[in-house]
């Protein structure tokens, strides 16, 4: 089959060879693919087996889509808050925020058809049409729709230069290796072209490679004529009055600009019937003359299609015409240049806006199949105040909240902030919006960073939706913010946020969390090095913002054992000890930590004299309250579950024979290093009577 040897392959992990497999479409380009069971001709089984399900993705514009939502989602929103604070009777006030947004949709709607242009080993024809369809799209809401007031003119000569324009540098380099370049009709076609459009500097470049008249625009002519000039002076004098046509894009900005562009028009007619027989002579310039004049029939003459013939019939025919009066203009250009509309979908388009039917123009948007475009055009439509407020049968919503929420939903993907989606359905105004922003978060990928997540979280607070919903929504991206920082191996964070979203209900996730990351971070200061030193600075920071942490983890042991491994690092063996008694006996220490640090303890007391031992400040009390924990451990109902934690620590594995005898050793090492550290301790206060009165 055509094509097969070129589609793209991927290979799909933790999936066997062979397996049958399920599918689900997700949003935006995103497939669920899944195992399921499937015996012979039986029907596959619609449900993942094992719960495994793995998510494929592709980039379907090679980066640029996601380049063009991102930066259309701040005018998008300006937009939102200038339309809130003018009235809607307040038109003319309107217009100028409707306008610049809708200017920002077109700069970057043309930098994602550059971008895909600009790429010739990666083929992306369709990408490049839509996006072309939609700058020619919004550029034409933005002349018949947003400002219908203004002049026709500049405003389609604006429309048709930057979305069909003609370049005459390559053409007019060809015909200058030519000894007689008026003799080629393409020569003097390209010529009428760029009249029309009112180019007259191009167009007179081109007439200076004329064979009889260059001399004469080199300067070069030098008799002295009386009565009728000779050919090349005349030629270079029409030159001249051609070039003193006023600019298109000042000639209708006022009624005096006007009035200039009538008086050149009537002081080339009378040019022109002062040297008749020169144009009797050349009927290419008679032509000229005529296309200037507006003549309706030169025009459809030298007219490549109804768009050139729209334009030049605005300059020369009706200057002073409005952008909101162009239908009768448009179905007389259609008609001299008929073209068929039915298989082209920028030409219905045209045919909608040009005849002003809003309804229309936005049944072909729709056909488009562009979301951004559908999306952000029926919202300047609608702040416009000429897109009907028509409820859709089948979801009861109107146009324009129906597309931005499709909008929103179909780039619900890993590549677009959650933040973004839900500020477009807020906008919306959809009613009770709660339930879709909840059926799209419980499709989209977690939260890539904590600034994210607590932005959304402040955006959702602000959702005028009812409580019992907006509890489930942040529930839930507190939730899967939660698991993003997990799956990183953050559990610091991943505690603070699995807390806020177990509020008010049971806590058992969050302590089973605060137990891991106690788990990570408290090792034997054998173990410990500097990424782990920084790792438990970075989590006790994080902690530490939040008040009710206290609740499920020792916020002060941790930061006892922070300052214990930073002291350990330092090479500080003295307050490494004083701050490891300390944590030990701190009242917030978790039990099951209890032989780690005792087993810290006691090989710094071995490792150290009798004297420096006293100086640390350790005393007899201290070694005491050790010793006692030493012995609550021992005679725990948990014992077991406390020696298996403690195993695990020291790498003792539970199913060798000997591991029991070995952990028996190490806790009689812990013991017999304590008895050793209070004998010298009691040496050195001359406490043996406080040691009796204690025992008694």
Same mark, same amino acid.
């Given at each position: 089959?055509?094509?097969?040897?070129?589609?793209?392959?991927?290979?799909?992990?933790?999936?066997?060879?062979?397996?049958?497999?399920?599918?689900?479409?997700?949003?935006?380009?995103?497939?669920?693919?899944?195992?399921?069971?499937?015996?012979?001709?039986?029907?596959?089984?619609?449900?993942?087996?094992?719960?495994?399900?793995?998510?494929?993705?592709?980039?379907?514009?090679?980066?640029?889509?996601?380049?063009?939502?991102?930066?259309?989602?701040?005018?998008?929103?300006?937009?939102?808050?200038?339309?809130?604070?003018?009235?809607?009777?307040?038109?003319?006030?309107?217009?100028?925020?409707?306008?610049?947004?809708?200017?920002?949709?077109?700069?970057?709607?043309?930098?994602?058809?550059?971008?895909?242009?600009?790429?010739?080993?990666?083929?992306?024809?369709?990408?490049?049409?839509?996006?072309?369809?939609?700058?020619?799209?919004?550029?034409?809401?933005?002349?018949?729709?947003?400002?219908?007031?203004?002049?026709?003119?500049?405003?389609?000569?604006?429309?048709?230069?930057?979305?069909?324009?003609?370049?005459?540098?390559?053409?007019?380099?060809?015909?200058?290796?030519?000894?007689?370049?008026?003799?080629?009709?393409?020569?003097?076609?390209?010529?009428?072209?760029?009249?029309?459009?009112?180019?007259?500097?191009?167009?007179?470049?081109?007439?200076?490679?004329?064979?009889?008249?260059?001399?004469?625009?080199?300067?070069?002519?030098?008799?002295?004529?009386?009565?009728?000039?000779?050919?090349?002076?005349?030629?270079?004098?029409?030159?001249?009055?051609?070039?003193?046509?006023?600019?298109?894009?000042?000639?209708?900005?006022?009624?005096?600009?006007?009035?200039?562009?009538?008086?050149?028009?009537?002081?080339?007619?009378?040019?022109?019937?002062?040297?008749?027989?020169?144009?009797?002579?050349?009927?290419?310039?008679?032509?000229?003359?005529?296309?200037?004049?507006?003549?309706?029939?030169?025009?459809?003459?030298?007219?490549?299609?109804?768009?050139?013939?729209?334009?030049?019939?605005?300059?020369?025919?009706?200057?002073?015409?409005?952008?909101?009066?162009?239908?009768?203009?448009?179905?007389?250009?259609?008609?001299?240049?008929?073209?068929?509309?039915?298989?082209?979908?920028?030409?219905?388009?045209?045919?909608?806006?040009?005849?002003?039917?809003?309804?229309?123009?936005?049944?072909?948007?729709?056909?488009?199949?562009?979301?951004?475009?559908?999306?952000?055009?029926?919202?300047?439509?609608?702040?416009?105040?000429?897109?009907?407020?028509?409820?859709?049968?089948?979801?009861?919503?109107?146009?324009?909240?129906?597309?931005?929420?499709?909008?929103?939903?179909?780039?619900?993907?890993?590549?677009?902030?959650?933040?973004?989606?839900?500020?477009?359905?807020?906008?919306?105004?959809?009613?009770?919006?709660?339930?879709?922003?909840?059926?799209?978060?419980?499709?989209?990928?977690?939260?890539?960073?904590?600034?994210?997540?607590?932005?959304?979280?402040?955006?959702?607070?602000?959702?005028?939706?009812?409580?019992?919903?907006?509890?489930?929504?942040?529930?839930?991206?507190?939730?899967?913010?939660?698991?993003?920082?997990?799956?990183?191996?953050?559990?610091?964070?991943?505690?603070?946020?699995?807390?806020?979203?177990?509020?008010?209900?049971?806590?058992?996730?969050?302590?089973?969390? =605060?137990?891991? /990351?106690?788990? %990570?971070? +408290?090792?034997?200061?054998?173990?410990? &090095? @500097?990424?782990?030193? *920084?790792?438990? $600075?970075?989590?006790?920071?994080?902690?530490?913002?939040?008040?009710?942490?206290?609740?499920?983890?020792?916020?002060?042991?941790?930061?006892?054992?922070?300052?214990?491994?930073?002291?350990?690092?330092?090479?500080?063996?003295?307050?490494?000890?004083?701050?490891?008694?300390?944590?030990?006996?701190?009242?917030?220490?978790?039990?099951?930590?209890?032989?780690?640090?005792?087993?810290?303890?006691?090989?710094?007391?071995?490792?150290?004299? =009798?004297?420096? /031992?006293?100086? %640390?400040? +350790?005393?007899?009390?201290?070694?005491? &309250? @050790?010793?006692?924990? *030493?012995?609550? $451990?021992?005679?725990?109902?948990?014992?077991?579950?406390?020696?298996?934690?403690?195993?695990?620590?020291?790498?003792?594995?539970?199913?060798?024979?000997?591991?029991?005898?070995?952990?028996?050793?190490?806790?009689?090492?812990?013991?017999?290093?304590?008895?050793?550290?209070?004998?010298?301790?009691?040496?050195?206060?001359?406490?043996?009577?406080?040691?009796?009165?204690?025992?008694?």
């Amino acid at each position: 089959m055509d094509g097969v040897e070129d589609a793209p392959t991927f290979v799909l992990g933790g999936v066997r060879p062979g397996a049958a497999l399920g599918m689900s479409w997700g949003p935006g380009n995103r497939i669920a693919i899944y195992g399921t069971k499937y015996h012979g001709h039986q029907e596959k089984d619609k449900h993942p087996r094992n719960g495994n399900i793995r998510i494929a993705s592709w980039d379907r514009s090679i980066g640029v889509r996601r380049k063009l939502i991102s930066e259309s989602y701040g005018p998008f929103l300006a937009l939102q808050i200038a339309m809130r604070q003018i009235p809607q009777t307040e038109l003319r006030y309107r217009t100028r925020p409707l306008v610049t947004a809708c200017h920002h949709y077109r700069t970057f709607a043309r930098e994602v058809s550059s971008s895909i242009r600009d790429k010739p080993d990666d083929p992306q024809s369709l990408a490049l049409i839509s996006a072309q369809t939609a700058e020619i799209a919004l550029h034409l809401a933005e002349i018949i729709f947003l400002t219908p007031l203004v002049p026709a003119a500049p405003c389609m000569f604006d429309w048709l230069e930057w979305h069909f324009p003609i370049d005459p540098t390559e053409a007019g380099a060809d015909f200058a290796q030519l000894d007689r370049p008026e003799s080629s009709d393409a020569y003097w076609h390209l010529i009428y072209r760029l009249v029309m459009r009112g180019k007259m500097q191009e167009a007179r470049r081109l007439l200076e490679l004329h064979s009889e008249g260059g001399n004469a625009f080199l300067g070069v002519v030098k008799d002295s004529l009386g009565g009728q000039p000779s050919f090349q002076l005349f030629f270079s004098m029409f030159g001249d009055w051609l070039c003193r046509m006023p600019a298109v894009k000042g000639a209708f900005s006022s009624p005096d600009q006007l009035t200039k562009f009538k008086q050149w028009q009537e002081s080339l007619s009378e040019f022109a019937k002062a040297h008749p027989e020169h144009f009797q002579e050349h009927n290419e310039l008679a032509l000229i003359v005529r296309i200037t004049q507006g003549n309706p029939h030169a025009l459809a003459e030298v007219a490549d299609d109804w768009k050139e013939l729209l334009v030049a019939s605005l300059i020369f025919c009706e200057p002073e015409m409005k952008t909101g009066y162009m239908d009768r203009l448009f179905k007389d250009c259609v008609d001299t240049k008929p073209q068929s509309f039915e298989d082209d979908p920028l030409g219905m388009l045209c045919d909608a806006a040009f005849r002003n039917s809003v309804d229309d123009f936005v049944r072909e948007v729709y056909e488009l199949g562009d979301l951004w475009l559908t999306a952000h055009l029926l919202d300047l439509l609608h702040h416009r105040g000429i897109l009907k407020p028509r409820l859709l049968p089948e979801h009861n919503i109107t146009q324009r909240q129906h597309a931005l929420f499709e909008y929103a939903y179909g780039i619900a993907t890993d590549d677009v902030n959650p933040h973004v989606i839900v500020e477009y359905i807020l906008e919306s105004d959809i009613p009770n919006s709660g339930p879709l922003i909840e059926q799209i978060l419980s499709r989209i990928v977690p939260l890539r960073t904590e600034r994210d997540a607590r932005k959304m979280t402040a955006l959702l607070e602000k959702v005028n939706i009812d409580e019992a919903t907006k509890r489930r929504i942040l529930h839930r991206v507190n939730r899967i913010t939660s698991r993003a920082f997990i799956s990183r191996g953050l559990v610091g964070p991943a505690i603070a946020w699995t807390i806020s979203s177990n509020a008010g209900t049971s806590d058992s996730v969050s302590q089973h969390l =605060s137990d891991r /990351l106690l788990d %990570s971070v +408290v090792l034997p200061l054998a173990q410990v &090095d @500097l990424p782990h030193h *920084l790792n438990l $600075v970075r989590v006790v920071d994080s902690l530490g913002l939040n008040h009710i942490m206290a609740k499920y983890v020792g916020l002060k042991f941790l930061r006892l054992y922070r300052d214990v491994c930073q002291r350990w690092l330092e090479g500080d063996r003295v307050e490494t000890l004083r701050l490891l008694v300390e944590a030990v006996t701190t009242s917030d220490t978790p039990r099951r930590f209890w032989l780690v640090l005792l087993r810290d303890c006691a090989r710094l007391m071995s490792d150290i004299s =009798s004297q420096t /031992l006293h100086a %640390s400040g +350790v005393t007899s009390h201290s070694i005491l &309250d @050790l010793m006692r924990c *030493l012995e609550e $451990v021992h005679q725990s109902h948990d014992r077991e579950q406390l020696l298996s934690g403690f195993a695990s620590k020291i790498a003792i594995k539970l199913n060798d024979s000997d591991a029991m005898v070995n952990i028996d050793v190490e806790i009689e090492e812990i013991r017999r290093s304590l008895t050793q550290a209070l004998s010298y301790a009691l040496m050195l206060s001359g406490q043996t009577s406080a040691m009796e009165r204690r025992f008694v």
